[in-house]
């Protein structure tokens, strides 16, 4: 009986898990749409300009190059984006399901624990950036 109970909370684990990481996958593919973030690579390219110390020159055509990636990126992502839309939504309800499945395993003070972590992911996960596909104004992630 312990060992079927300790294989359903492995197993439960496992599942979150996978919905975490496919619920980070898809906010970062599709996030946004309704939800401004503003330029989120901006930070990153202003790191690497300095980085690389780039003249002002320099720094005009680095600027022109990746406006002409933010452009194409939009472009390439605009016929699917109603699907990666509805896959982010389905993605987030098995996310909120697993959740609440495993917290009915827990007792309060792992509940509370559980919830801390989940927030911490996402929080990190916001921070990060990360992903290709548009903003809500159609900038395209990194």
Same mark, same amino acid.
């Given at each position: 009986?312990?060992?079927?109970?300790?294989?359903?909370?492995?197993?439960?684990?496992?599942?979150?898990?996978?919905?975490?990481?496919?619920?980070?996958?898809?906010? !970062?593919?599709?996030?946004?749409?309704? !939800?401004?973030?503003?330029?989120?690579?901006?930070?990153?390219?202003?790191?690497?300009?300095?980085?690389?110390?780039?003249?002002?020159?320099?720094?005009?055509?680095?600027?022109?190059?990746?406006?002409?990636?933010?452009?194409?990126?939009? $472009?390439?992502?605009?016929?699917?984006?109603?699907?990666?839309?509805?896959?982010?939504?389905? &993605?987030?309800?098995? &996310?909120?399901?697993? !959740? $609440?499945?495993?917290?009915?395993?827990?007792?309060?003070?792992?509940?509370?624990?559980?919830?801390?972590?989940? $927030? $911490?992911?996402?929080?990190?996960?916001?921070?990060?950036?990360?992903?290709?596909?548009?903003?809500?104004?159609?900038?395209?992630?990194?």
């Amino acid at each position: 009986m312990q060992r079927s109970k300790s294989f359903a909370v492995i197993l439960l684990l496992g599942v979150f898990l996978a919905g975490a990481a496919l619920g980070y996958t898809a906010d !970062h593919l599709m996030r946004g749409r309704g !939800h401004p973030r503003g330029d989120r690579g901006r930070p990153s390219i202003d790191r690497m300009a300095t980085e690389l110390g780039l003249t002002p020159a320099q720094r005009a055509g680095f600027d022109s190059i990746m406006e002409s990636r933010r452009q194409q990126m939009r $472009e390439l992502y605009k016929p699917i984006q109603p699907q990666l839309d509805s896959l982010m939504k389905v &993605g987030r309800a098995i &996310g909120d399901s697993t !959740h $609440e499945q495993l917290k009915r395993l827990l007792n309060p003070e792992q509940q509370a624990k559980l919830d801390k972590m989940r $927030e $911490e992911m996402r929080q990190r996960g916001g921070r990060r950036g990360g992903g290709g596909g548009p903003d809500s104004r159609g900038r395209p992630g990194r």
